[in-house]
């Protein structure tokens, strides 16, 4: 199974609201990532998890909570957002890069997104 | 900032004819994978070219590594209507193999 779940597909939420993103990967990949993709440009990293510990986190406004709950999940919480944070998100997982000097990099398996609107 | 350049960023060609992407890059890099992404869609990886190799090629796909010259290129050969899609080029760093950087893209359109 080299599929990346996402849920929901679409989202349209308030200000105000609390909501979450999931995704999930039957891979056995202890390498998970979020994206935000505004239209016509590339997605741009949020967050690297490796082994469900954050190890990367891109200077993303704290309105945005990650959580990796185990090996096979990701979360993506989101409160107060604002509307220029309508975009899709993409969750992608991948086996994990070795260390600094000894990078090897593996190729990332991307789920299909979640198209977000904030209003 | 290690964001590459792709050129062009848009490209329209007949069914048939090859399809040729170019990819530039500021630092040095441990690998360059090409990603396509259908319209509001998931990316699907390509290909993935390590920083000591020159040539690579997938089925109909065909890449070249540049590192003197930061730059890479895709080739697609006898290309088809379902090729149409958006094409990213993503390098990472010596310093950390994690985090990948996305060129702007180039979007492709095969016309029947």
């Known amino acids: 199974d080299t599929e990346v779940t996402q849920t929901p597909k679409h989202l349209v939420m308030g200000m105000t609201n609390k909501k979450s993103l999931k995704c999930e990967q039957h891979?056995?990949?202890?390498?998970m990532y979020w994206y935000k993709q505004k239209a016509k440009k590339p997605p741009e990293l949020m967050f690297v998890y490796s082994y469900e510990k954050l190890s990367i986190n891109e200077s993303v406004p704290s309105r945005f909570s990650p959580e990796c709950p185990n090996s096979s999940l990701l979360n993506l919480h989101l409160h107060a957002l604002q509307p220029e944070d309508s975009a899709l998100y993409l969750c992608?997982?991948?086996?994990?890069?070795?260390?600094?000097?000894?990078?090897?990099?593996?190729?990332?398996?991307f789920g299909p997104g979640t198209r977000l609107t904030v209003t | 900032s290690q964001q590459g350049e792709e050129d062009p960023q848009a490209l329209s060609i007949q069914e048939g004819e090859n399809a040729t992407m170019n990819c530039s890059y500021k630092?040095?890099?441990?690998?360059l994978q090409w990603y396509r992404q259908n319209s509001g869609r998931g990316l699907v990886h390509l290909i993935l070219i390590r920083s000591n190799e020159r040539e690579k090629h997938s089925g109909r796909l065909r890449v070249t590594l540049d590192t003197s010259k930061k730059s890479s290129s895709l080739l697609i050969t006898a290309s088809r209507a379902a090729d149409t899609a958006s094409y990213f080029c993503a390098t990472d760093a010596v310093q950390g193999a994690q985090k990948l950087v996305f060129g702007q893209g180039t979007r492709l359109t095969i016309n029947p």
């Open positions: 891979m056995g990949h202890r390498a």
């Open positions: 992608a997982s991948s086996q994990l890069p070795g260390p600094p000097g000894l990078a090897v990099t593996y190729e990332q398996y």
């Open positions: 630092t040095s890099i441990n690998n």
